[in-house]
Every structure is written in structure tokens, then in C-alpha cells.
């Protein structure tokens, strides 16, 4: 009997270690706002060493004039909702293809302008938990499926992604 409640007691042990003692592997990546950015006309230069670091970026890039609902690759993009206009919200993700995916950071049908990654596979929205998958935007689960945060021109230059916003018509300040 006293065998068995010291094996018990080991294996309990063991479990405890493993469990609280070993890193575990995190889950979910939560956006980290980018206030370093630069702009140069139309366009948005963020760093790729940062964007490296923390995976998935915010920026928030001031307009010259406040902005209601913008038409955007055939949606109608409500930034009226977000500060007041006065902002054009922007995600940046680094995938683990190693690829860089830029979007304007919204949900449109729920209203929602917060994302996080999960299971590093996903793009969720923190409002409605609609899935994307991090590599195509293709939706996964949820019930705004067909409205994944709208992708933007990027590119890669040394340790610079630029982003051009020509497309969304709207002028930026610094």
C-alpha cells in the first residue's frame, strides 16, 4: 500500500515539474503598437527588425482630414469608427513563412479594429473571434469570413517595409 502512495506521490511530482517548470508554448500574439514610423508622401515606413520581434504590429497613421467610410477593393471601410476618422488603422504581421502581410486593421461588418494571432496559424478579430488564415487571409471560422482585413501594398527594402496607401485616396500627415 505504501508503495503504490509513493508512486502516486512521484508521478504527481512529475507532473507538477512539467508542467509549471517547462515553457510552454505561447498560443496567441497579441498586436504591439508602432509609433516610430515614418511617412513620405502616400507612403508608411515601418521597421522589419520590430515587426520580426513582436510579429504583429499596429500603427496608427493620422490624417490630414477626418475620413467617414472610405471604399476600399469594393468594400465600404467604416474608419469613421475608429478615433473619429481621424485615423487610418494599419496591421502589419510577419508569417511564419516569413512572409509580411500589411491590411487595414478592420472587421468591417462587426465594427472591430483589434486583432490578435492564434495557434500562430490564425488572424482572429478580438470582438467577434472570426478566423483568417495568417498566410492568404482566406477565412476559416466566424461570422465575418468574407471580410478579412483588407491587404495592402508592402514591400521590403533593407530593414524598411514600405506600405503605399495611393490606393485609399486619403492624405496623411506626420
Not at 58 to 71: P, R, S, T
Not at 77 to 86: E, H, Q, V
Not at 104 to 113: A, D, H, I, W
Request: charged fraction near 20%.
Amino acid at each position: 500500500m505504501n508503495k503504490r502512495i509513493v508512486f502516486a506521490a512521484i508521478i504527481l511530482a512529475a507532473v507538477f515539474i512539467v508542467y509549471n517548470v517547462f515553457p510552454k508554448k505561447e498560443t496567441s500574439v497579441n498586436g504591439t503598437f508602432y509609433d516610430e514610423f515614418s511617412i513620405n508622401g502616400a507612403k508608411v515606413y515601418l521597421s522589419y527588425d520590430f515587426l520580426s520581434d513582436k510579429k504583429l504590429v499596429f500603427i496608427d497613421v493620422k490624417l490630414k482630414d477626418k475620413a467617414g467610410d472610405i471604399n476600399f477593393l469594393g468594400r465600404a471601410i467604416p474608419l469613421r469608427l475608429y478615433k473619429d476618422g481621424a485615423y487610418v488603422p494599419l496591421m502589419a504581421e510577419l508569417t511564419p513563412s516569413g512572409k509580411v502581410v500589411v491590411t487595414l486593421r478592420v472587421c468591417e461588418p462587426c465594427g472591430s479594429f483589434s486583432f490578435h494571432i492564434e495557434e500562430s496559424k490564425y488572424i482572429e478579430c478580438d470582438l467577434c473571434g472570426t478566423r483568417w488564415d495568417i498566410e492568404t487571409l482566406i477565412g476559416v471560422s466566424g461570422g465575418c469570413v468574407n471580410y478579412p482585413p483588407p491587404r495592402l501594398d508592402e514591400s521590403l527594402s533593407g530593414n524598411s517595409i514600405e506600405i503605399d496607401l495611393s490606393t485609399l485616396g486619403l492624405q496623411l500627415t506626420g
